[in-house]
């Protein structure tokens, strides 16, 4: 079965930062990977999605990377700022429709 | 852009009400998702649909139930809501993907359910 682990679970750093986030998946074999940010009280936003036979995907600021062989990915967020601070999940997609979503790493960027 | 709605943002019920959440979607999305979040516990699939009228049970399907009468809207039932159904309700919607490719999921704004 499927297990996706966020380290850290909480994650606090000065505005103007470059940080990473790490997700963990125990099966290798996967469709895609998504990243998604989400702020207190309300519903996910997706960040960035890679799929199995990319290696990164870029939105501005964020760098997602994919490691299929070791299950891992990094959200890269450069130079980070208060507006950033939300908790962010990643999940994964198995082969089906379905996404096994990690628990996130809730992020605070200190003005 | 993909735009999904949900009925309620909050929702307060009495133990054995019949509770229904509705999520609609713009965007033609063949697939819709119900999930529950609880702290602690992340997000858990309660249901899914691939099609009108059609469904497959997640995670966690006990004592909830769906309908898909149309394409775009997606409902939740709670046939007698329990005080361990007090959750943050989320719905999602994804196109089917290619062989082997499987799409965005895109979220809806969340009901945060608490039933007394």
């Known amino acids: 079965k499927q297990e996706v682990t966020q380290i850290p679970a909480a994650l606090s750093v000065p505005e103007g930062e470059n940080l990473v986030l790490n997700c963990s998946f125990t099966?290798?074999?996967?469709?895609?990977l998504q990243w998604f940010r989400q702020d207190p009280g309300k519903g996910l936003t997706s960040l960035l999605l890679i799929q199995s036979s990319q290696r990164e995907q870029t939105s501005g600021r964020l760098n997602a990377s994919l490691d299929k062989s070791s299950g891992r990915s990094t959200l890269y967020i450069a130079a980070s700022q208060p507006g950033d601070s939300a908790t962010y999940l990643c999940?994964?997609?198995?082969?089906?429709?379905?996404?096994?979503f990690g628990k996130g790493t809730k992020l605070t960027v200190n003005p | 852009d993909v735009k999904v709605t949900q009925s309620s943002r909050y929702l307060v019920k009495r133990t054995g009400e019949k509770v229904f959440l509705e999520c609609v979607q713009d965007?033609?999305?063949?697939?819709m998702f119900w999930y529950r979040q609880d702290p602690g516990l992340g997000l858990r699939l309660i249901y899914f649909?691939?099609?009108?009228?059609?469904?497959e049970k997640g995670d966690i399907p006990e004592g909830y139930s769906v309908s898909r009468e149309k394409k775009e809207r997606f409902s939740l039932i709670l046939e007698s809501a329990s005080t361990n159904q007090t959750s943050m309700y989320l719905c999602a919607s994804s196109l089917v993907g290619g062989a082997g490719a499987y799409n965005e999921q895109f979220f809806g704004p969340g009901t945060r359910l608490t039933v007394l």
């Open positions: 999940a994964v997609s198995g082969g089906s429709e379905k996404l096994v």
């Open positions: 099966d290798s074999a996967i469709y895609n």
């Open positions: 649909s691939y099609d009108v009228k059609m469904k």
């Open positions: 965007m033609d999305h063949e697939n």
